[in-house]
């Protein structure tokens, strides 16, 4: 999966890898657990530790880094997955200590070096919807907000603002190719007047190849009615050549289409889309009704 290492004050974090999380509440426990899923590994953080001051949380993370790296060091590399399951699993933890991050800035005082926290947590955290930061970032004195640093991480926080219940026909119009090197264009498959979950994803993305899986299983389920909903599968993958290979393996029941120029096409940077697998979900009259990083934040709103 492609990436970029993020060097801030706070994190060194991979921010353009995407994760699957799903938090659930432990019956022997107070609190809440978040169990990050990949293709061959469990494992359980959890995410409402309290800290009494930010240097603690600060501590906790440098002393959980070396045991984190250490264990993505051994997770087993494959034809399958190259390096990709290691650099997600890695991701899945630096988000999960995000939440952690936000969950104690809510308690911790309001002050200079928490309100500077508040920017790479709006910058990095993909996880954590629009509405949940800006609140937070409401919480801080006012003289913090209309500082430099506050103009600053509010215009990150507004680059990232949701794009729900915009009509997706008001964006750029994406062009696709088709598995017989057919072209056309995305606005031309939104015709149908039913539901349409976009789904982004490559055949390096790991992660992606598991979430097909999620969405077969969703299907046979009968958790998604194609009948109701049309799949549109885009890849990114610049190698056109091994993304039509892939196309003869299983399971590829919906209509793919391959986008060569990947995320730097308009249509993905105007909609601050940053990594796959990514998720949009638009209803009848083509609005947006969500966007998301794996399929069950996507589920309850298909019905």
């Known amino acids: 999966m492609y990436f970029k290492l993020h060097i801030s004050a706070f994190f060194i974090c991979l ?19 978040v169990q990050i899923k990949s293709i061959t590994n469990d494992e359980l953080v959890d995410t409402n530790l309290v800290f009494n001051s930010l240097e603690d949380f600060y501590a906790y993370h440098r002393n959980m880094q070396k045991e984190i790296l250490e264990h993505c060091a051994k997770l087993k590399v494959t034809a399958l997955n190259g390096n990709y399951l290691a650099d997600s699993t890695y991701a899945n933890f630096q988000e999960l200590f995000l939440i952690l ?13 928490e309100f500077y926290a508040l920017y790479s947590l709006f910058e990095l955290s993909t996880l954590l919807d629009y509405d949940k930061k800006k609140a937070l970032f409401m919480k801080f004195p006012e003289h913090l907000r209309n500082s430099e640093q506050g103009r ?8 990232k603002a949701s794009h729900v219940n915009k009509v997706i026909t008001d964006y750029p119009n994406l062009p696709l190719t088709d598995a017989h090197n057919n072209k056309t264009q995305l606005f031309n498959l939104l015709s149908a007047k039913k539901k349409k979950l976009m789904v982004m994803g490559a055949t390096w993305c790991s992660p ?3 979430e097909n899986q999620k969405i077969f299983l969703a299907i046979t ?11 549109i599968h885009i890849s990114i993958d610049e190698d056109r050549n091994k993304w ?8 590829f029941w919906f209509h793919t289409y391959n986008c060569a120029k990947g995320l730097s096409e308009k249509f993905f940077t105007t909609l601050q889309v940053i990594g796959v697998p990514h998720y949009i979900l638009i209803n009848e009259e083509n609005l947006i009704i969500i966007e998301g990083r794996n399929i069950e934040e996507i589920l309850p709103y298909i019905k």
């Open 15 to 33: 921010t353009y890898v995407s994760c699957t999380s799903n938090i659930r509440e432990s019956n022997n426990s107070k609190h809440t657990q």
């Open 101 to 113: 991050l936000y969950r104690n800035l809510q308690h911790l005082p309001k002050e200079k070096k």
């Open 152 to 159: 600053k991480t509010l215009i990150i926080l507004e680059k």
């Open 208 to 210: 992606c190849s598991y």
């Open 221 to 231: 389920n009968n958790k998604i009615d194609t009948n109701k909903v049309d799949i």
């Open 244 to 251: 039509v290979e892939s196309l003869k393996k299983p399971p």
